[in-house]
């Protein structure tokens, strides 16, 4: 027995979602990851379908066969994940204010904060900055919020004098970001050009190259709790079958919401490997937002600012997975806090 003493919340890696993964390249399925939209067991021939949503790995709800993880039962079998590999990285949806603020108070072209606190003539902003450096780190979101205040007015890189763009979220489309770049005309003055849409490849690539003491400064002090970069999906993890249970009539099945909106990510995540491979930036951008639409719809479909998920026959929008936590009928008011638990 040992007494808890704290609990840390934190981002996690992407590559700690590969490894607890079951549904990894093996002799049974030669490729990573969940990748079927498919919602059943087995095939028109009765083979085993592995790589869809119902994968034999995953965990078992029926009787008659066994777990091919863990070889347990219905009863025993506690289910176990697999993993989505997102063709490219989007913005978490949970994440995008985080994401804003990071890339308000960071040099696009340098990586490093857009005001330099040891300058030699401080401004006024100088100074405030390097006092909340040099101030120990009790909330990090605080210190990223207060970072981000000072280095958004900034029009001008410090270290490297190059002139910062200005990041703000999409009025049409709000969980992806726009960036206006400034340019200098010929008589060095620098007007605003054309907004545009910057992709989560992008923020990605951008947040890999900031360094270590940037991190640091900006709130990140310990990489175990993460690092820029993971703010952006590149993998989704899969919920086992014991969360998403379907329901059998006979010979027909009827799946749960929650599968549902998985089959509409994977086919999501096709499209856009498609438009890739195929197609102009305009038609990369819509799949690419489609694909971000349908996961922030798994995360949280009552959204007023987004348009809902429904079902296809009647309309009924898709009940996902912050539906099922929150509430007085939730996981925690309704279960885990009621008398009969």
């Known amino acids: 027995m040992r007494r808890i003493v704290k609990m840390q919340f934190a981002l996690v890696d992407p590559d700690e979602w590969r490894r607890r993964s079951v549904t990894k390249a093996d002799r049974r ?13 087995v095939d028109e021939d009765g083979n085993t379908i592995y790589g869809g949503l119902m994968d034999p790995r995953m965990g078992t709800i029926f009787d008659g066969r066994p777990c091919e993880t863990c070889n347990e ?4 079998c506690p289910g176990h994940w697999g993993h989505i590999e997102l063709e490219r990285a989007i913005v978490h949806p949970a994440h995008l204010k985080v994401v804003l ?20 003539n401080p401004k006024t902003q100088h100074i405030e900055l390097r006092q909340i450096l040099a101030t120990p780190v009790n909330s990090k979101e605080q210190r990223l919020k207060r970072v981000a205040a000072i280095c958004t007015k900034a029009k ?12 703000t979220k999409n009025p049409v489309f709000p969980l992806s970001i726009c960036e206006q770049r400034r340019e200098v005309d010929e008589n060095d003055n620098a007007r605003d050009r054309e907004k545009t849409t910057v992709s989560g490849e992008d923020v990605r690539r951008c947040f890999g190259k ?57 086919k999501a995540n096709i499209e856009f490997k498609k438009v890739i491979e195929q197609d102009t930036s305009k038609r990369i951008r819509e799949a690419e937002e489609n694909l971000t639409w349908q996961v922030a719809t798994l995360f949280h479909n009552e959204r007023s600012d987004v348009l809902q998920s429904q ?9 996902t997975l912050r539906s099922r ?5 939730g996981r925690v008011r309704g279960n885990l806090m009621g008398k009969r638990v």
């Open 210 to 266: 900031i360094k270590p003491h940037t991190r640091r400064q900006l709130g990140f002090t310990n990489e175990r709790d993460g690092k820029p970069e993971w703010l952006l999906l590149t993998v989704l993890p899969v919920a086992p079958p014991h969360v998403r249970p379907s329901v059998r009539f006979g010979s027909k099945s009827s799946h749960d919401d929650i599968t549902s909106k998985y089959a509409d990510i994977i």
């Open 311 to 319: 079902q296809r026959g009647d309309k009924r929008p898709l009940r």
């Open 101 to 120: 603020a990071i890339l308000s108070s960071i040099c696009s072209k340098c990586f490093k904060l857009r005001l330099d606190p040891n300058r030699e």
């Open 29 to 41: 399925c030669k490729k990573d990851g969940v990748f079927e939209p498919s919602v059943q067991e």
């Open 156 to 167: 001008k890189c410090d270290h490297c004098g190059h002139f910062l763009p200005k990041y």
């Open 325 to 329: 936590i929150v509430g007085k009928a």
């Open 73 to 76: 039962g219905k009863t025993d």
